[in-house]
T-cell receptor
Framework: QKEVEQDPGPLSVPEGAIVSLNCTYSNSAFQYFMWYRQYSRKGPELLMY????GNKEDGRFTAQVDKSSKYISLFIRDSQPSDSATYLCAALSGTYKYIFGTGTRLKVLA | GAVVSQHPSWVICKSGTSVKIECRSL??????MFWYRQFPKQSLMLMATSNEGSKATYEQGVEKDKFLINHASLTLSTLTVTSAHPEDSSFYICSARSRQAYEQYFGPGTRLTVT
């Protein structure tokens, strides 16, 4: 079992839809969680980072962590074609070992 | 957000030659830098972690003598691919983290093609 699991997609949604991207993790020692967006042939861009359980909102993006179920989510409101990219979740343990999900490819259709 | 640059963004070299890729943190001090490799439509593969002034820690299966990493200052790390072969062709991405932060910031990546 991978420490961080992520559905590879692709996930196709119409423009304006609310997108839900999810990851599960197995290591209860993970404390910090990050979401990155990666466009083709570019480096990943940090979107959100959260500590422990709870929600964090930034514009159209909301990151959610549920440590009881070891589940992390990224919600994108009013999705745009420019949001089409691969989204990577990442978790960090106290030993500074970052574990990345495999990424979910998102396509927002105009 | 913090900015990390990489140079060059694309390089073509002949088999047997060496290539150096630079990674710079532009607006913060990067106490830790990471080097990743990524194949098309695949996730990131961590190659090595380096702390400023220390030797890099390589992941299992990554050849230390082939992928030389130097983290000489708090803003610069270099990856040298020695005696490159076509199978080394890939997308190489660096990232950096400051001492005070938990998140890491990625550079734009370098596409290496070995002919």
């Amino acid at each position: 079992q991978k420490e961080v699991e992520q559905d590879p997609g692709p996930l196709s949604v119409p423009e304006g839809a609310i997108v839900s991207l999810n990851c599960t993790y197995s290591n209860s020692a993970f404390q910090y969680f990050m979401w990155y967006r990666q466009y083709s042939r570019k480096g990943p861009e940090l979107l959100m980072y959260t500590y422990s359980s709870g929600n964090k909102e930034d514009g159209r993006f909301t990151a959610q962590v549920d440590k009881s179920s070891k589940y992390i989510s990224l919600f994108i409101r009013d999705s745009q074609p420019s949001d089409s990219a691969t989204y990577l979740c990442a978790a960090l343990s106290g030993t500074y070992k970052y574990i990345f999900g495999t990424g979910t490819r998102l396509k927002v259709l105009a | 957000g913090a900015v990390v640059s990489q140079h060059p963004s694309w390089v073509i070299c002949k088999s047997g030659t060496s290539v150096k890729i630079e990674c710079r943190s532009l607006d913060f001090q990067a106490t830790t830098m990471f080097w990743y490799r990524q194949f098309p439509k695949q996730s990131l593969m961590l190659m090595a972690t380096s702390n400023e002034g220390s030797k890099a820690t390589y992941e299992q299966g990554v050849e230390k003598d082939k992928f030389l990493i130097n983290h000489a200052s708090l803003t610069l790390s270099t990856l040298t691919v020695t005696s490159a072969h076509p199978e080394d062709s890939s997308f190489y991405i660096c990232s950096a983290r400051s001492r005070q932060a938990y998140e890491q910031y990625f550079g734009p990546g370098t596409r290496l093609t070995v002919t």
